[in-house]
């Protein structure tokens, strides 16, 4: 198994610009999830999906925009880039919740919005 | 008050030092605590979990819970270079949306930043 996988690793942005950060995993687990991690701020929560077609807003949610069409994918879409967004943004994926909750993470985008 | 809150650091340590690294947590819902390693332009790893108060240990790894003062704790003994990381604590709970549709969150400290020189 690849586990979760994130393209692209890097990318940098104009201000105003659009993008997209696909993110997939091929473990079948039902939920996913994406973080922003700033310096000295750890993980905070922008999008969750608890299956294919359902998704939520977390913590951070605006400026993003997230679908999930299928179990694997999970892609999350920059409409309007800021530099407030530049970060690192991390997927991650867990099979259900009848486990202890361990969230399995990929390799991260390092976004820089100029 | 944020909802996890940790030693933000940075630590540095030599080869064979004990390594204490500490969270503070609000919200007595029921929940549980795990520690994240994550190594430079990596994503964070599970390093342990626990569900109760006490001390679980794993190899040189110790985490440590107290329910009552609300404190988590990560001790690394005899720490190895290899250990130098950022270790992140947090602390998962079933929460459910404005649906009521159930899902697995996690709340993150901020993150320990620990060099381990030789």
């Known amino acids: 198994n690849a586990g979760v996988t994130q393209t692209p690793k890097f990318r940098i942005l104009k201000i105003g610009q659009s993008m997209t950060l696909q993110c997939a995993q091929d473990m079948n687990h039902n939920y996913m999830y994406w973080y922003r991690q700033d310096p000295g701020m750890g993980l905070k929560l922008i999008y969750y999906?608890?299956?294919?077609?359902?998704?939520d807003k977390g913590e951070v949610p605006n400026g993003y925009n997230v679908s999930r069409s299928t179990t694997e994918d999970f892609p999350l879409r920059l409409e309007l880039a800021a530099p407030s967004q530049t970060s690192v943004y991390f997927c991650a994926s867990r099979p259900g919740l009848a486990r202890y909750n361990e969230q399995f993470f990929g390799p991260g985008t390092r976004l820089t919005v100029l | 008050q944020k909802e996890v809150e940790q030693d933000p650091g940075p630590l540095s340590v030599p080869e064979g030092a004990i390594v204490s690294l500490n969270c503070t947590y609000s919200?007595?819902?029921?929940?549980?605590f795990m520690w994240y390693r994550q190594y430079s332009r990596k994503g964070p790893e599970l390093l342990m979990y626990t569900y109760s108060s006490g001390n679980k240990e794993d190899g040189r790894f110790t985490a440590q819970v107290d329910k009552s003062s609300k404190y988590i704790s990560l001790f690394i003994r005899d720490s190895q270079p290899s250990d130098s990381a950022t270790y992140l604590c947090?602390?998962?709970?079933?929460?459910?949306?404005?649906?009521?549709?159930?899902?697995?969150?996690?709340?993150f400290g901020q993150g320990t930043i620990l060099t381990v020189h030789p």
């Open positions: 919200n007595s819902a029921f929940q549980y």
């Open positions: 947090a602390k998962g709970e079933v929460a459910a949306n404005a649906g009521g549709t159930s899902y697995g969150k996690l709340t």
């Open positions: 999906s608890v299956g294919a077609g359902i998704t």
